[in-house]
T-cell receptor, first 111, second 114 residues
Framework: DSGVTQTPKHLITATGQRVTLRCSPRSGDLSVYWYQQSLDQGLQFLIQYYNGEERAKGNILERFSAQQFPDLHSELNLSSLELGDSALYFCASSVFPNEQFFGPGTRLTVL | DQQVKQNSPSLSVQEGRISILNCDYT??????FLWYKKYPAEGPTFLISISSIKDKNEDGRFTVFLNKSAKHLSLHIVPSQPGDSAVYFC?????????????FGAGTQVVVTP
């Protein structure tokens, strides 16, 4: 158990819909990272937050947005969903960037 | 643009033997490299890392080698154990730019057989 929690574990929705994925980091970790893992692909870095502020951005689609709240939990919002957005979404947290602790992931299926 | 590549999607090795996992990268600015291990239905867990100022880092049964001129790193597991059966991802980062923004490879599935 990494100490990072993600909810929900599974999410099934339809194209065009909007969903919110939630991440609670390990106690004391100020940084939160979001990754997307599509079928047979590696983890694609989406975005990083540090203590409530956006720190780094990857190839995150404009339909996707994230935020980190004062209690340090983070949410990833995915809107206008497409079939290709079906993937595993991981959240990670860290004190130091070189060792990120990953949550178990949220599996999103868009039908 | 895949900057970190793991060209072997799978590897089968006998228990007790050495597992060698390979990873190639294209961005010469990468200066920090990591290996993560992932079991089914779990998130990746950190295994070992290496900075570009080193060419080798060892932690128990796990050793990572870095060849900067070839833009290649490898992970050696000796001896391999059944519990090592997992997917292994290599990752790279430019520490002077967006430190923590890792580029991951597609992963190598390792199966350790008795």
């Amino acid at each position: 158990d990494s100490g990072v929690t993600q909810t929900p574990k599974h999410l099934i929705t339809a194209t065009g819909q909007r969903v919110t994925l939630r991440c609670s980091p390990r106690s004391g970790d100020l940084s939160v990272y979001w990754y997307q893992q599509s079928l047979d692909q590696g983890l694609q870095f989406l975005i990083q937050y540090y203590n409530g502020e956006e720190r780094a951005k990857g190839n995150i689609l404009e339909r996707f947005s994230a935020q980190q709240f004062p209690d340090l939990h983070s949410e990833l919002n995915l809107s206008s969903l497409e079939l290709g957005d079906s993937a595993l979404y991981f959240c990670a947290s860290s004190v130091f960037p070189n060792e990120q602790f990953f949550g178990p992931g949220t599996r999103l299926t868009v039908l | 643009d895949q900057q970190v590549k793991q060209n072997s999607p799978s590897l089968s090795v006998q228990e007790g033997r050495i597992s060698i996992l390979n990873c190639d990268y294209t961005n010469s600015m990468f200066d920090y490299f990591l290996w993560y291990k992932k079991y089914p239905a779990e998130g990746p867990t950190f295994l070992i890392s290496i900075s570009s100022i080193k060419d080798k880092n060892e932690d128990g049964r796990f050793t990572v080698f870095l060849n900067k001129s070839a833009k290649h790193l490898s992970l050696h597991i000796v001896p391999s154990q059944p519990g090592d059966s997992a997917v292994y991802f290599c990752a790279a980062s430019v520490t002077t730019d967006s430190w923590g923004k890792f580029q991951f490879g597609a992963g190598t599935q390792v199966v350790v057989t008795p």
